[in-house]
């Protein structure tokens, strides 16, 4: 089973920049994907960001393209996720996921899933 602990959430204004860090454990190999997912109050569940390990492949939700930047760090099954410009909209809590099948874009699939960090954005 694999666990996964998210840090860097927080409260900043608009226009300011946040990163979260996320690090899985329990799992012998290398991810094949780790990603984000957010949720605000009232609202669906939105995949944000996910990257694929084997081939470094991202995908971005359209609504943070060019503002949010996902990555892995030389640690193993560590992934962070870079937001600048940050929106009120962005207001939501986030979570990570990872999947050892490789379906981070699958949340119906996805085996794995953190707790939460709050980002908080005010106009």
């Known amino acids: 089973q694999v666990q996964l602990v998210e840090s860097g959430g927080g409260s900043v204004q608009t226009g300011g920049s946040l990163r979260l860090s996320c690090a899985a454990s329990g799992y012998r190999f290398v991810l094949p994907c780790m990603g984000w997912y957010r949720q605000a109050p009232g609202k669906e569940r939105e995949g944000v960001a996910s990257?694929?390990?084997?081939?470094?492949?991202?995908y971005y939700a359209d609504s943070v393209k060019g503002r949010f930047t996902i990555s892995q760090s030389g640690a193993k099954n560590t992934v962070h996720l870079q937001m600048n410009s940050l929106k009120p909209e962005d207001t939501a809590m986030y979570y990570c996921?990872?999947?050892?099948?490789?379906?981070?874009?699958?949340?119906?699939?996805?085996?794995?899933w953190g707790q939460g960090t709050q980002v908080a954005v005010s106009s």
């Open positions: 996921v990872a999947d050892p099948g490789g379906y981070c874009r699958s949340p119906a699939k996805i085996r794995s």
């Open positions: 990257i694929y390990t084997g081939d470094d492949i991202t």
